[in-house]
């Protein structure tokens, strides 16, 4: 697989490189950046609002200083653990990010090939562009489903039912979009499913050739999960629109039993962001959480996902596996998180540059340079084994709201 790169600190013109020859997630970003339309990447990178909680969840987790050890002896490393149970090869997992299926066409199915084949978790989100069902054809294999609650709980059941029908091995529960966080620069380049047909936007397109074939390869252009099974919703277009008039605004802790009732498999709440909330999460019987703020998504202004995590962690222990989403880019990242009692990394906005940069081949080079750093990071702090990594891992932390 090949993908146009250019050094970024010099003129050189678009060279086309191997995409073994890139060596990091910014690499990936910078390839996407040139082959996605403006709309969809933007979408992938923004925040909300003045994006401060987007720039803290990255500042702060590069404030933690890792503890480097010598003379430990690191031969035959193992980067694998668990993940509801289940043995995973890395402490990672791909964590649902919306309209995958328009960075790069079948986006949500080649994402998740990569996954399976590198031995760790797919989410799809609901606001998928592959449906649930296209993406249990193409892989064969379970994944994990990402459910946003919407006032049609009769169309919940049946989301939920499709889920099960697949092979679905977890549902990830979306506890803190039931209001949209505004992000500027989809309001600026009028973001639509499908992509509308502006001049701008089609001058636009009209420069990513290689988008344009593959998409038009796509099994879906729309959100493959919603259109055609919403009575009045058939022609869904717009992610704000459905926001606004679907999603449960009323969810609380008590519609936490209906879920359950409606699902008997592994239930991870994702969105906990205060301490006070994880242990109403333990009480709820969920089986995991994540703590994330939405990758700066949603209540600009929040606390980083990494100044939360420890604190959490402390509080419910071992009553719930805690799991955790924000900021990362690099395999280091993962290596914080870890040592503040992460149990695995849910992985978003890394590889779906990938995706856009080059497919299956670009999200399985995102979770190859991510276990190679991580693996690096390991040794060099003295760790044989990920599942032993711990907080003599880390030296210093220091939030920029407390600097």
Same mark, same amino acid.
């Given at each position: ?14 060279? #086309?490189?191997? $995409?073994?020859?890139?060596?990091? &997630? *910014?690499? !990936?970003?910078?390839? =996407? ?5 403006? %709309? ?106 990402? #459910?946003?609650? $919407?006032?049609?709980?009769?169309? &919940? *059941?049946? !989301?939920?039912?499709? =889920? ?5 091995? %977890? ?116 089986? *995991? ?115």
């Amino acid at each position: 697989m090949f993908a146009l790169g250019h050094r970024a600190d010099q003129n050189y013109p678009k060279l #086309l490189v191997p $995409m073994k020859k890139i060596t990091c &997630i *910014a690499d !990936l970003r910078e390839i =996407a950046s040139r082959k996605v339309p403006r %709309a969809f990447f933007d979408y992938v990178c923004a925040g909300s609002y003045e994006e401060e909680t987007l720039r803290e969840n990255v500042d702060d987790l590069q404030k933690i200083k890792l503890r480097q050890r010598v003379l430990v002896d690191m031969s035959g490393r193992d980067l694998t653990t668990t993940a509801l149970g289940e043995k995973i090869s890395l402490p990672i997992a791909l964590a649902p990010v919306a309209l995958t299926g328009l960075q790069y066409g079948n986006g949500e199915i080649l994402a998740a090939q990569a996954a399976h084949e590198a031995g760790i978790p797919f989410t799809l989100s609901t606001m998928s562009i592959c449906s649930i069902e296209q993406v249990a054809e193409a892989t064969g294999k379970p994944f994990w489903f990402q #459910l946003y609650m $919407m006032r049609d709980r009769g169309f &919940i *059941a049946e !989301l939920i039912g499709r =889920a099960k029908a697949a092979g679905c091995s %977890a549902l990830v529960l979306t506890v803190d979009l039931q209001v949209l966080g505004q992000r500027h620069c989809d309001v600026r380049n009028g973001l639509s499913v499908p992509p509308e047909l502006g001049l701008r936007n089609v001058l636009n397109m009209a420069t990513k050739p290689a988008w344009i074939l593959s998409m038009l390869k796509s099994k879906s252009r729309t959100f493959g999960n919603l259109a055609g099974h919403v009575k009045g919703m058939e022609d869904v277009k717009s992610l704000a629109e459905w926001t606004a008039t679907q999603f449960d605004q009323a969810l609380s802790w008590n519609d936490i039993e209906w879920v359950k009732g409606q699902w008997p498999g592994k239930l991870i709440l994702k969105g906990i962001l205060d301490v006070q909330d994880a242990k109403l999460a333990v009480k709820s019987g969920a089986d *995991a959480i994540v703590v994330s703020n939405h990758g700066g998504r949603q209540l600009d202004g929040a606390a980083s996902s990494i100044s939360i995590l420890p604190g959490i962690v402390d509080a419910v222990g071992s009553e719930i596996e805690t799991m955790f989403d924000g900021g990362i880019r690099t395999g280091m990242d993962i290596m914080r998180a870890l040592a503040l009692g992460a149990k695995i990394c849910l992985v978003g906005r890394s590889y779906a540059w990938g995706v856009g940069a080059g497919g299956k081949a670009g999200a399985a080079r995102a979770i190859d340079v991510l276990a190679k750093e991580l693996d690096v990071t390991m040794a060099l702090c003295g760790y044989k084994r990920v599942v032993d990594v711990d907080r003599e891992a880390v030296e210093v932390f220091q939030s920029s709201r407390t600097a």
